[in-house]
T-cell receptor, first 115, second 111 residues
C-alpha cells in the first residue's frame, strides 16, 4: 500500500558532520513537508514544497539546514554542520493539494542523534 | 500566532470505557483540523480530518467534532481497547498547508 518512506531510520553522528535525510513521498502527491519533533518543542514545520518548488522554509535554521526536491520522488533535508541541539526525530509528510481535501500522510521518521 | 493545546496531557482508563480527548486553538481562522495517532518510536497515523465547514467526522469507534467559533475539537473514542494506547495529536491547518500541532494526549488503556 502507498506510504511515505524515509531513510535512514536512525542516524548517530558527531558534531560538525554533514547529515542527509531522504524522503520518498507517496506517488502522485504534490506537496512534501519536513517536520522536527523534540520533547521540548513538540512537532514543528521546517519546510514545505509544492510541485517540487519550496514554498516556505521559515521554520528552518537557514545557516545550516537546506531542503531540496531533486525530482518528484525524492526530497532531501541536509544539516551541515550538525550540532547536538539538532538531535530530534525528523518526519517527512506528503499530501495531494486540492481545493479542500489536503490530508497529510507521515513517514516513519529519522531519529538523529548528534554527539 | 496560532497555539494549540490538548487536555489532558495523559489519560489512563480501563478497557471498555468511552473517553474524550480535547483540543483547543487560539485562532479560529483555520482550514481544517486533523487528528493523528502516534505509537512510541513510530510516525504519525492520520485518524480523521475535519474541514472547517464540517461539524464532525466518524471512523469506526472514533468520532471527532469541531466547533470553530469556540476554537475547540474533541475526539471521542468508544469502547476503548488496549490497542488504542498511543499518543493522540491534533493539528490545525492555518493555511498554505501549514499544520500547527498540539502538545498531545498520552493514552493508556489497561486490560
Amino acid at each position: 500500500d502507498a506510504r511515505v518512506t524515509q531513510t535512514p531510520r536512525d542516524k548517530v553522528t558527531e558534531m560538525g558532520q554533514e547529515v542527509t535525510m531522504r524522503c520518498q513521498p507517496i506517488l502522485g502527491h504534490n506537496t512534501v513537508f519536513w517536520y522536527r519533533q523534540t520533547m521540548m518543542q513538540g512537532l514543528e514545520l521546517l519546510a514545505y514544497f509544492r510541485n517540487r518548488a519550496p514554498l516556505d522554509d521559515s521554520g528552518m535554521p537557514k545557516d545550516r539546514f537546506s531542503a531540496e526536491m531533486p525530482d518528484a520522488t525524492l526530497a532531501t533535508l541536509k544539516i551541515q554542520p550538525s550540532e547536538p541541539r539538532d538531535s530530534a526525530v525528523y518526519f517527512c509528510a506528503s499530501g495531494s493539494e486540492g481545493f479542500t481535501y489536503n490530508e497529510q500522510f507521515f513517514g516513519p521518521g529519522t531519529r538523529l542523534t548528534v554527539l | 500566532k496560532q497555539e494549540v493545546t490538548q487536555i489532558p496531557a495523559a489519560l489512563s482508563v480501563p478497557e471498555g470505557e468511552n473517553l474524550v480527548l480535547n483540543c483547543s486553538f487560539t485562532d479560529s481562522a483555520i482550514y481544517n483540523l486533523q487528528w493523528f495517532r502516534q505509537d512510541p518510536g513510530k510516525g504519525l497515523t492520520s485518524l480523521l480530518l475535519i474541514q472547517s465547514s464540517q461539524r464532525e467526522q466518524t471512523s469506526g469507534r472514533l468520532n471527532a467534532s469541531l466547533d470553530k467559533s469556540s476554537g475547540r475539537s474533541t475526539l471521542y473514542i468508544a469502547a476503548s481497547q488496549p490497542g488504542d494506547s498511543a499518543t493522540y495529536l491534533c493539528a490545525v491547518n492555518t493555511g498554505f498547508q501549514k499544520l500547527v500541532f498540539g502538545t498531545g494526549t498520552r493514552l493508556l488503556v489497561s486490560p
